[in-house]
């Protein structure tokens, strides 16, 4: 069996969904192929033995944050009349965003064949690598990006709270 | 105006902090709750035991015979004017020759119903009934899934002449006789 | 070819037991309401009604199978099976056992002990609760949409601080792997005495994850007919229920594993037997542990009233998720405490 076969499997099933993501009618439709295309994505994870990535993939974006996305979708009534009359400028101007979207991530990808993947190492992504990789040598940034989210989630706290009469 | 010394004030009062945390509540109720897991339990389990029944209780009718197995009844239908739910409807007929072992009287009713969803099971036309032929027994009534079945005739009334399909209200009469 | 067989052979019989399990669940719960109400309970079919299950599984598969005619008729299927899939996905990573030696070789009586084993269980669950949504949604029933959306707002809200309790509980752990976590409470010191305010979350998170009262929100029948599987019948209302029970016998496995020793029992390097025989009678333990709580989900339901939506969101946000820092604060405390890095 080629080795690398999976990866085609999950690549191939990945771009479908993301393409049926864009395509379904229904929103709830395109809701759940994003939801299988992150189920894909931490396929790729599990291939480059990053487990706790995987789950942690599965449980934020799949688990919490999809449902969030089909909860709010469930409430509106998305139909044909409603939805907003999209001028031929606006169309344009979503082309050209995207592109310079698409143009920035190809950019992106461009250095990355000097990153071959070293896929000798199976203990890569394993819990406790992970931990000293964040814990030693990414500390601040683990530490700023925690004081963001207690930002977030204090201001999450003062919208929940009861208005003062 | 206060009508009873027994009504209560209703105090919206702040909840204490065991209270508050309702751990204890819960614990209290499950304790209640476990406590009933060991309780003798209510059920009847109907058609293997049944619930005891007074002596006197009013159930299913009976149209009695007499000691050569004729029918007591005559059509004399007191029963049925005594009825407060009109439940029971007869046709008289004459009982002609060579019919003697049937019917104790010259009269007697060729059809009598007694539709026990109407019935009340007051006993009425058991005291209305001057010939001793009708009594109402403690059998229940069954159940039954059409309404019309329910509609009892002759054939569901009327004991056997058999000694052991006669049905017993020796219980009844003794227990009327002692008032 | 020899490890897969076993494996193969564990999750048949793994499977096998989480569906008799949950099966004879269905009768338990019935008889525990009645013997709770004073009543009899289920005692028709077959001695003291031990048939009870087969039949309603007969039932369920002779009933007439209707699929509404505006429902999305794939998705109408999907949720069920969502539902069951992930419901039968998480006895994976539960250690049912310590293991068997036959011939020199160790054979552990667990399916696979992957080194995230809780969050793969959090996963599978948190992925349950689209079974629930998509079949609530597809339905196109606004009691059974009401469903849908209560169930997954209860389900996210209670995940957060489900995770809370388990984060606290791999900090004194330091381990994800259930398995470690089992061998780690050896004997008698099981979790439930260092966390004891972690187990009383997690034991209320599970009730909300299993839409068990007082949490049964989602199909609360007095203001949603039937909640989310209003519009199913047959056996695919009979997956939505019959998964409820295998939900409830694995998150009792889960809680009896993290927080009650799981096969473990106080005494077993006294008893001198075998090791092969202390394990055998470590996983019948395990077992009757399961068992309590299980019959402890039925106690509760059948003695505590449902909760009221907004009672059910405040606990969950402004309870359950403060305990659950604070636990781990206290928790933090603890180990460094313990590790000798703290000094008072």
Redesign the interface.
């Known amino acids: 069996m080629n080795p690398s076969l999976p990866f085609f499997v999950l690549a191939s099933l990945s771009v479908f969904s993301a393409l049926m993501v864009v395509l379904s009618r229904k929103p709830v439709h395109s809701v759940l192929y994003l939801i299988f295309c992150f189920f894909t994505i931490g396929g790729h994870y599990l291939l480059l033995n990053a487990q706790f990535l995987f789950a942690v993939h599965i449980i934020v974006y799949a688990g919490a944050i999809m449902v969030l996305f089909l909860f709010t979708l469930m409430f509106i009534n998305m139909n044909k009349e409603l939805e907003p009359h999209k001028t031929n400028l606006i169309k344009v101007a979503a082309t050209v965003a995207a592109g310079c979207l698409l143009i920035v991530m190809v950019g992106v990808t461009k250095g990355a064949e000097s990153l071959a993947a070293n896929s000798t190492r199976t203990d890569v992504g394993t819990v406790a690598n992970l931990g000293k990789a964040l814990y030693g040598q990414y500390l601040l940034p683990f530490e700023l990006i925690s004081i963001l989210l207690l930002a977030a989630m204090v201001g999450a706290v003062l919208l929940g709270k009861k208005s003062v009469e | 105006m206060q009508l009873t010394n027994r009504s209560k004030i209703v105090v919206n009062k702040e909840m204490t902090f065991a209270e508050k945390i309702y751990?204890p509540a819960?614990l209290s109720?499950?304790l209640?709750?476990?406590k009933?897991?060991f309780?003798?339990?209510?059920?009847i389990?109907y058609p293997e035991q049944t619930r005891p029944v007074a002596p006197i209780y009013r159930g299913w009718h009976v149209l009695k015979r007499d000691e050569q197995g004729r029918e007591n009844c005559t059509a004399c239908g007191l029963c049925a004017v005594a009825c407060p739910a009109e439940a029971i409807t007869m046709t008289a007929a004459e009982r002609k020759k060579g019919e003697e072992h049937l019917y104790r009287e010259e009269k007697y009713a060729a059809v009598y119903e007694i539709n026990m969803l109407r019935c009340i099971f007051c006993g009425l036309c058991e005291e209305a009934c001057p010939k001793e032929a009708i009594f109402l027994t403690d059998r229940m009534v069954p159940s039954d899934m059409v309404r019309s079945n329910f509609i009892f005739g002759k054939d569901k009334l009327v004991e056997g002449v058999e000694s052991n399909t006669r049905i017993d209200i020796s219980q009844r009469t003794t227990a009327h006789r002692h008032q | 070819m020899e490890f897969l067989l076993i494996k193969f052979v564990l999750v048949v019989i793994v499977f096998v037991i989480s569906l008799g399990i949950a099966a004879y669940s269905t009768y338990a719960e019935r008889k525990?309401a009645?013997?709770?109400?004073?009543?009899?309970g289920p005692?028709r079919a077959g001695p003291f009604g031990l048939l009870q299950p087969v039949a309603d599984g007969v039932k369920m598969f002779m009933k007439e199978e209707i699929i509404p005619s505006n429902a999305d008729r794939l998705l109408f299927i999907l949720g069920p099976c969502i539902m069951m899939m992930t419901s039968c996905m998480t006895g994976v990573v539960i250690p049912w056992g310590h293991g068997l030696e036959i011939n020199g070789t160790f054979y552990p009586v667990q399916i696979t002990d992957i080194n995230i084993g809780i969050l793969y269980v959090f996963g599978v669950v948190s992925i349950g609760v689209y079974g629930i949504m998509i079949g609530g949604w597809a339905s196109n029933n606004k009691y059974s949409l009401m469903g849908a959306i209560r169930a997954s707002s209860q389900m996210i809200s209670y995940e957060l601080a489900m995770g809370m309790a388990v984060i606290a509980l791999i900090m004194t752990t330091g381990t994800l792997s259930i398995r470690e976590m089992v061998e780690q409470q050896h004997g008698f010191h099981w979790n439930v005495f260092t966390q004891p305010l972690g187990f009383?979350l997690f034991i209320i998170c599970a009730f909300a994850e299993c839409n068990r009262t007082p949490f049964d929100l989602p199909e609360c029948e007095t203001e949603l007919v039937g909640g989310y599987h209003t519009e199913y019948s047959s056996m695919k209302l009979g997956f939505y229920l019959f998964a409820e029970y295998i939900n409830m016998f694995i998150s009792a496995a889960i809680i009896s594993s993290l927080y009650f020793g799981g096969y473990n029992f106080p005494f077993i390097d006294q008893l001198g037997f075998s090791p092969n025989i202390l394990s055998i009678v470590g996983t019948l333990i395990f077992f009757g542990k399961i068992f309590f709580f299980i019959f402890f989900f039925m106690?509760?339901r059948?003695?505590?009233p449902r909760f009221r939506y907004d009672q059910l969101m405040h606990l969950g946000w402004r309870t359950m998720i403060p305990l659950g820092i604070l636990n781990i604060l206290g928790t933090g405390v603890y180990v460094l405490y313990k590790n000798g890095q703290l000094h008072f």
């Open positions: 751990l819960i109720g499950l209640i709750t476990i009933h897991l309780r003798k339990k209510v059920t389990k | 525990i009645a013997f709770l109400q004073d009543r009899v005692d009383v106690w509760i059948w003695t505590i």
